[in-house]
């Protein structure tokens, strides 16, 4: 089975702008962003989706989330708010067959989305 795109930058293969990283979780610049921040963190440990994450993978997920409040703050967000979007499935709008999470702000976002 070939490795995900995030396996590969985890692996050092492809190039990133890292933002954080610890030992189990990884925090990258979309390359594509969708607000004028715009920031990826998934588990290192690939989970395909999270409606395949098990209960095992119960602290990897909780870790994941509170990393990226850490993130959030880090790069200037927690006063202004920010918006945490994690896709799951072809519907959801995922493009990546492994568990991330989006941190966007950095300007009003609305709601419902698009």
Same mark, same amino acid.
């Given at each position: 089975?070939?490795?995900?795109?995030?396996?590969? #930058? $985890?692996? =050092?293969?492809?190039?990133? %702008?890292?933002?954080?990283? +610890?030992?189990? $979780?990884?925090?990258? =610049? +979309?390359?594509?962003?969708?607000?004028?921040?715009?920031?990826?963190?998934? &588990?290192?440990? &690939?989970?395909? =989706?999270?409606?395949?994450?098990?209960? +095992?993978?119960?602290?990897?997920?909780?870790?994941?989330?509170?990393? %990226? %409040? @850490? @993130? %959030?703050?880090? @790069? /200037?967000?927690?006063?202004? *708010?920010?918006?945490? $979007? #994690?896709?799951? *499935?072809?519907? *959801?709008?995922?493009? @990546? &067959?492994?568990?991330?999470?989006?941190?966007? /702000?950095?300007?009003?976002?609305?709601?419902?989305? *698009?």
């Amino acid at each position: 089975m070939s490795k995900t795109l995030f396996e590969k #930058i $985890v692996a =050092r293969e492809i190039p990133a %702008a890292i933002v954080y990283e +610890d030992d189990l $979780v990884l925090a990258i =610049r +979309d390359i594509q962003p969708q607000a004028p921040v715009h920031i990826l963190i998934f &588990p290192k440990q &690939p989970v395909p =989706r999270i409606a395949e994450a098990t209960a +095992d993978d119960h602290k990897l997920l909780g870790h994941l989330l509170l990393k %990226a %409040a @850490v @993130v %959030a703050d880090q @790069v /200037g967000l927690k006063q202004g *708010g920010y918006r945490l $979007v #994690i896709n799951n *499935g072809a519907d *959801g709008g995922e493009t @990546v &067959p492994h568990l991330h999470c989006h941190i966007l /702000g950095g300007r009003h976002l609305a709601w419902p989305p *698009g």
